[in-house]
Nanobody, 119 residues
Framework: QVQLVESGGGLVQAGGSLRLSCAAS????????MGWFRQAPGKEREFVGA????????DYADSVKGRFTVSRDNAKNTVYLQMNSLKPEDTAVYHC????????????WGQGTQVTVSS
């Protein structure tokens, strides 16, 4: 069973940086794509970025391109979301998720970590 545990959230001022971590366990992730999603109060969950574990290929939402970077550490089975130039509108609960490369939907989810950006 896949387990995903996020960490690294917190309170930061606008313009600052945070790095979120997602520790993955329960299987080999070489055939997985790992994603980051976020959900702000009163809003729908939205895609932030993703990485294909085997190739390192990444994809990002337009709203975070150039500011956020998704990466992974194979040895630690951990995926990261480096967030720079944070804005108050980035405030949300951030979730890590995983899907097999041939699945359409992300089927494994972490519990989330709160990121709050003050103006």
């Amino acid at each position: 069973q896949v387990q995903l545990v996020e960490s690294g959230g917190g309170l930061v001022q606008a313009g600052g940086s945070l790095r979120l971590s997602c520790a993955a366990s329960g299987r080999t992730f070489s055939t997985y794509t790992m994603g980051w999603f976020r959900q702000a109060p009163g809003k729908e969950r939205e895609f932030v970025g993703a990485i294909r574990w085997s190739s390192g290929t990444t994809d990002y939402a337009d709203s975070v391109k150039g500011r956020f970077t998704v990466s992974r550490d194979n040895a630690k089975n951990t995926v990261y979301l480096q967030m720079n130039s944070l804005k108050p509108e980035d405030t949300a609960v951030y979730h890590c998720a995983g899907r097999r490369n041939w699945d359409r939907d992300f089927g494994s989810w972490g519990q989330g970590t709160q990121v709050t950006v003050s103006s």
